[in-house]
């Protein structure tokens, strides 16, 4: 069984920056993919960003290319999403999520996630 637990949301002013934890328990880390959603109108979720977890490798979403960041920590088990130059559309609950083998932008393709953790941009 895959839980996943996320952290370090919260309040910041546009223009700041965050960054996510999500700490992963499974037997294994290796050979899997993790990613980061977050809702957006007309979607149940939208693709964040994910990281192939064994070559490090990491993919985005064009809007949010440049602005944010994944990483992971294998020693950790921990992957993470450092968000830099916040807006307050960037406001949403961010999921967690993982599976097997690389990374996809599809939201299904995911079968376990985290809780969630809240992130809100004051204008």
């Not at 050979?31 to 064994?54: D, H, L, Q, T």
């Not at 968000?83 to 609950?93: C, F, G, I, Q, R």
């Not at 961010?94 to 376990?112: F, H, I, K, L, N």
Request: charged letters at 15%; one cysteine or more; glycine letters at 10%.
């Amino acid at each position: 069984q895959v839980r996943l637990v996320e952290s370090g949301g919260g309040l910041v002013q546009a223009g700041g920056s965050l960054r996510l934890s999500c700490v992963v328990s499974a037997g294994t880390s290796f050979g899997y993919a993790m990613a980061w959603f977050r809702p957006a109108p007309g979607k149940e979720r939208e693709f964040v960003a994910f990281i192939n977890w064994s070559l490090g490798s990491p993919y985005y979403a064009d809007s949010l290319k440049g602005r944010f960041t994944i990483s992971r920590d294998s020693a950790k088990n921990t992957a993470y999403l450092n968000m830099n130059s916040l807006k307050p559309e960037d406001t949403a609950v961010y999921y967690c999520a993982a599976r097997s083998w690389t990374g996809t932008t599809e939201v299904t393709s995911y079968p376990y996630w985290g809780q969630g953790t809240q992130v809100t941009v004051s204008s």
